[in-house]
């Protein structure tokens, strides 16, 4: 028998009143759910998650080191900061400038900064920039400009940067790349284009990697590792490589060795390395008496 009109609507009507049977729906998904509420409105989960949160373990930083290199030089005068914060660390900036002191060296533990200034540097004025970038792109193009070139620079775990450039270096052209793993194929085609790495670092996961035309270098290689790999740097050392530059991210590290264009004499070709849980100043103090300068430095992971 055909339906009216009239009571079809009552029919409707009655049906969009009803409340609907929520709870049997949810019934069907309890798997879904993490607490008991069976509640419609209610954010299921949210008064159990809130109660647990001060209970759950904080993030922990795996163990790290440092791997620190020592070039021998002519007796200078060498500085040395850690543990700094970006105020302290401008500080300590602009007194070394005054000082007629240059920043050879920068890296970073734990978001605070560490920097090595030298007295003997070819640097003839240099300018420091702390950013919440890695790397300030626009600011390193407006120095590229007026002849300043990255000469130092590192990044922090929460992706902020410290970089150093300078002028009176031998540099005739500049080129950078940041990756999320460390870019391999990119230094390879960079090398076919008589580039050469001559700075490195990182933030967090993150890579960034300097290459210069005109740096001083015949012949580079790259040797990286999950750990710092001691016995391969050895090698390389013994076959007439220096490093010359360091850098590790919290689960690699990586040495650039360079063979330079006209090699020093024999008084400047002793290079030591070492390897210490904490940051390495009463070291830096012991090399200084034997014309060991602390020349490269970074923070990575431990070896277990």
């Known amino acids: 028998m055909a339906e009216s009109k009239e009571s079809s609507r009552k029919r409707e009507k009655t049906m969009l009143d009803q409340e609907p049977s929520c709870s049997n729906l949810i019934s069907q998904f309890d798997d879904f759910f993490i607490d008991d509420s069976k509640k419609v409105g209610e954010k299921r989960g949210r008064v159990k998650a809130d109660a647990n949160v001060d209970k759950l373990p904080k993030e922990i930083r795996p163990p790290s080191q440092w791997f620190s290199v020592y070039n021998a030089r002519k007796p200078m005068k060498q500085r040395y900061h850690y543990n700094l914060n970006d105020e ?19 890296s970073c533990c734990s978001n605070l900064w560490a920097i090595i200034m030298d007295a003997e540097t070819d640097y003839t004025d240099q300018i420091c920039k702390l950013s919440p970038l890695f790397l300030p792109k626009k600011w390193i193009l407006e120095q590229w400009n007026k002849n300043f070139f990255i000469t130092s620079f590192a990044g922090s775990e929460t992706r902020n940067s410290l970089l150093v450039m300078s002028k009176g270096v031998m540099y005739t052209q500049q080129s950078y790349k940041v990756s999320r793993s460390f870019p391999y194929i990119w230094i390879n085609k960079k090398w076919k284009e008589d580039f050469h790495v001559t700075s490195m670092g990182t933030a967090g996961n993150r890579w960034c990697i300097v290459m210069s035309r005109n740096a001083g270098f015949s012949d580079q290689v790259v040797e ?7 016995e391969v740097i050895q090698r390389r050392l013994d076959e007439g490589y220096m490093i010359t530059a360091t850098a590790a991210s919290l689960a690699q590290s990586a040495v650039i060795l360079s063979i330079p264009s006209n090699k020093p004499g024999d008084e400047n070709e002793t290079q030591e390395t070492l390897v210490t849980p904490k940051f390495p100043s009463a070291h830096v103090k012991e090399k200084w008496p034997k014309n060991l300068y602390l020349s490269h430095l970074c923070n990575g992971p431990t070896v277990c």
């Open 224 to 230: 990286l590792d999950f750990l710092y790999p001691s």
């Open 88 to 106: 302290i660390l401008l500080q300590h900036f602009e007194k070394g400038i005054s000082d007629k002191l240059r920043i050879s060296c920068v």
